[in-house]
């Protein structure tokens, strides 16, 4: 028993990612942790899309099954799993075969470089980003496909406006990234600190070395070079958003004139897959907003308030977050109605709320919690990102075809491209100083 | 330290995928099954440029072409009429031409292949120089593109930029 204890802390204690040691059985179980915990993540945000939105439009959303619904996402899941798959006549067979599988791979995959924490990646690349840009954008050919071998106008329309609208913002998206990967190669520390002499100017395109600059730096990138960081990210969200066709820029699916878009004659399972790759593309994007601008996995104020007395309190952030959703669970439990016929679902709620209290203990432990905070401080921006989600779809009405080009073409990119060029600007302020307004003030004073 | 991923497995693997892919790119009658064979064919090359450890010219390979080039030409041919050009005869008569092509780039394969360890030297890399390669390609295609080409990368820019106006003249009826 013991050299297994040895051999698990010995991973546990390790600085490095699996895929930086190269150790192929860690990577492996680190694969699966990620693939469980994003499904787990996408069954939860079904029931909270539903929930919240209910809630925002004075309904209850479901109740039927389990307590507070809690089970009809499982209940869905099983419903797809066993309706008939049909297939058009005269459909194309193999791409309409082929198309969900790519798009569920393009938004899995980029999970191999999401910085969980310094070591809880599934591997670290020097081309991160580039990598997460470029294999989230193949989700858009799967898109495609399934518009075009449908065989069917509301799908090859759900399809055309879908590529038309991601090629769009892929550039406004890009430019907002280059200046958040400009500010990884300005050292210095603080808001406005740049262009440190020999700190070595070369930026980072790994997805760890970016949030590992941010740490160096003292700042998180959304305040540096205030506002242009927050400008930047600004982009981004709303690109982000459009790349995810989710509301208001769900026109590839708008159902009010498409029916449902590129999936209209997907059933079953491979709708399903659809759905699966709506959700973990949601939560990709927000894990690439959050490495680039809100710290990755650093916790908020790591400066202005640390030593130990913070310190311990930051810890314990995780497990009081888990016995506030028990807290939830029990008073749910409380105010559950007392006739019998609701006993199971009373004591499921109660059970429920068990385990949640169970695992805010455990965070609790001192060997726990410092090895989840990281993790817990990225998932918790992350649930930021979801619930802003849920919120534009209850808030904001669909846009317009012309309206969502116009936003992308004529608005975000020039001011992406103003943002980068000031970034830039920001980057070597002193040699525009020293190099241009200083030569130029003596030579008017010389005339003058 | 990791093993090497670039054995000779993973080459014949990749340049297969790459030739099946442009084989199926002119034989499929189908555009749209012509042009995911293109992507299938590009995809493999950014393969390949991994193995030559050049992540970012890979990285930059999937991006532009497989998520930018390939969305747009799908963009177009599922605007075409598929039905009438599946069924019309191949029209242009360029086989002359066809084949000097052919002829000349197959007789660049083979002097490649029967003298290419005289044009290219052998020249055994460390792997401390390896990595470096790797790790800092990014840097390096900077510094070489806004560096040494750098006026060749503007001329690039600058024909890019021609074409983007040519393109907005021809749509715009009224400028």
Redesign the interface.
């Given at each position: 028993m013991q050299p297994i204890i040895d051999y698990i802390t010995s991973y546990l204690s390790s600085t490095q990612t699996p895929g930086a040691a190269?150790n192929f059985f860690w990577a492996f179980v680190y694969i699966l942790l990620v693939f469980v915990g994003l499904s787990v993540a996408v069954i939860a945000m079904n029931w909270l899309e539903r929930k919240i939105l209910a809630h925002m439009q004075v309904r209850l959303g479901p109740m039927r099954v389990g307590p507070h619904g809690l089970l009809q996402p499982i209940a869905d899941a099983i419903k797809l799993l066993l309706k008939e798959d049909i297939m058009p006549a005269e459909a194309?067979g193999f791409?309409f075969w082929i198309a969900p599988f790519i798009v569920v791979l393009a938004a899995f995959t980029v999970f191999v470089v999401v910085p969980f924490g310094p070591t809880h990646a599934i591997t670290d690349?020097?081309?991160g980003i580039?990598?997460m840009?470029?294999?989230s954008?193949?989700s858009?050919?799967g898109i495609?496909?399934a518009?075009?071998a449908s065989n069917s106008h509301y799908p090859?329309i759900g399809?055309?406006r879908s590529?038309?609208q991601?090629?769009s913002y892929?550039v406004a998206m890009g430019l907002a990234v280059v200046s958040a990967i400009l500010m990884t190669s300005l050292h210095g520390l603080g808001l406005y600190g740049a262009g440190v002499a020999g700190a070595g100017d070369?930026g980072t395109?790994s997805m760890i070395g970016i949030v590992q600059a941010q740490q160096e730096q003292g700042v998180w990138f959304v305040f540096k070079f205030f506002p242009l960081g927050l400008i930047a990210f600004f982009i981004f969200a709303i690109a982000m958003v459009a790349e995810t066709n989710r509301a208001p820029f769900d026109l590839p699916e708008a159902e009010s004139e498409l029916t449902a878009g590129f999936h209209t004659e997907y059933s079953g399972f491979r709708w399903s897959l659809f759905f699966l790759a709506e959700y973990s593309a949601m939560i990709a994007v927000s894990s690439i907003a959050v490495t680039l601008w809100l710290g990755g996995w650093l916790r908020p104020f790591p400066n202005l308030l640390h030593g130990a007395t913070w310190n311990l309190v930051f810890n314990l952030f995780p497990g009081v977050t888990f016995l506030f959703l028990a807290a939830i669970g029990f008073y749910g439990t409380a105010r559950m109605p007392k006739h019998p016929y609701f006993k199971i679902q009373t004591i499921g709620l109660a059970g429920f709320g068990a385990l949640l209290g169970l695992i805010g203990l455990v965070m609790f432990i001192p060997a726990v919690f410092v090895r989840v905070q990281d993790i817990y401080w990225f998932a918790i921006k992350v649930a930021a990102f979801m619930y802003l989600y849920i919120w534009y779809r209850g808030t904001f009405p669909r846009y317009r075809f012309d309206q969502l080009m116009k936003v992308g073409w004529k608005i975000l990119l020039p001011m992406g491209l103003g943002l980068l060029i000031l970034t830039a600007g920001m980057g070597m302020r002193s040699e525009i100083w020293m190099g241009v307004v200083v030569p130029l003030w003596h030579w008017a004073a010389s005339i003058l | 330290m990791n093993p090497p991923v670039a054995t000779p497995f993973f080459f014949y693997l990749l340049s297969g995928t790459m030739l099946i892919g442009g084989i199926l790119v002119i034989t499929r009658r189908n555009a749209v099954h012509s042009a995911l064979a293109l992507i299938a064919a590009l995809l493999a090359q950014a393969g390949l440029y991994l193995m030559l450890y050049a992540p970012f010219v890979a990285g930059v390979q999937i991006i532009l072409y497989a998520g930018g080039i390939m969305v747009l030409f799908l963009f177009v041919i599922m605007l075409v009429n598929l039905e009438r050009s599946q069924k019309e005869r191949q029209f242009n008569k360029q086989w002359l031409v066809g084949i000097a092509a052919a002829g000349a780039l197959g007789g660049l394969f083979i002097t490649i292949y029967t003298k290419g360890k005289g044009i290219f030297p052998d020249r055994a890399m460390s792997a401390a120089v390896l990595s470096d390669l790797e790790l800092n390609n990014t840097q390096k295609v900077g510094v070489l593109l806004y560096g040494q080409y750098m006026f060749a990368f503007e001329i690039a820019s600058l024909l890019l930029l021609v074409a983007i106006i040519g393109a907005v003249v021809m749509a715009k009826k009224r400028i």
């Open positions: 190269g194309d791409v690349m020097n081309i580039l990598f840009l470029g294999v954008s193949l858009v050919l495609v496909m518009g075009w090859l399809a055309l590529s038309a991601m090629v892929e070369t395109l | -």
